[in-house]
């Protein structure tokens, strides 16, 4: 856990107490935008069970495609570690990039020269208004990390990655590690 303020980049892990929200349990938000008006940010380890092709037949490949989060499940995002390739990206941090132009990301996927080590595509994501972010986190509802993977984070599996993130949490957050993901059916 840090302990400095929120600000785009960092990881946001879902406290073990948040049990029965289907879409934050167990959940590690990568924040990519914090500012006084809100933020934004895109769940990382929830993938879909579709890929890009299923979702725009025009792109051939299998990316998976993540839940980004509850709002605008209709529209599809994606941040990727390529910006020399992908024009008009706006910087999240330490290597990752948020958006660009699509007609060009299309054709370059399609081209092979994007991997799923380079891009991940989300529907939806998480957003926050003006200080609802804060009142969270007062609540003790995230616990704030560093992105110690850099712009790694894009190829690394979701399998597990809640887990893993609480674990490197240590001390009283180990005993969750290995708790079923809905206790009462324990």
Do not use: C
Request: charged share 25%; hydrophobic share 35%; glycine share 8%.
């Amino acid at each position: 856990m840090i302990s400095e303020k929120l600000k785009k980049g960092h990881l946001l892990i879902a406290e073990p107490s948040i049990i029965g929200d289907l879409s934050f349990n167990r959940s590690v938000i990568l924040l990519a935008d914090h500012n006084k008006k809100g933020s934004v940010g895109f769940i990382i380890n929830k993938p879909l069970k579709y890929t890009i092709h299923d979702l725009i037949p025009d792109i051939k490949a299998t990316f998976k495609i993540y839940n980004g989060g509850p709002v605008e499940q209709d529209n599809l995002y994606f941040i990727h570690n390529i910006p020399d390739l992908i024009p008009n990206s706006i910087e999240i941090s330490n290597g990752i990039y948020w958006g660009g132009e699509y007609e060009i990301t299309k054709e370059l996927i399609n081209n092979g020269k994007i991997n799923k080590n380079n891009i991940r595509f989300f529907l939806g994501y998480t957003g926050w208004d003006e200080d609802q972010l804060e009142s969270e986190m007062e609540e003790s509802s995230w616990i704030i990390a560093k992105n110690n993977y850099e712009n790694k984070i894009i190829g690394k599996s979701a399998s597990h990655f809640w887990k893993k993130q609480i674990m490197e949490l240590g001390g009283e957050y180990l005993i969750w590690s290995n708790a079923p993901e809905n206790p009462a059916l324990n």
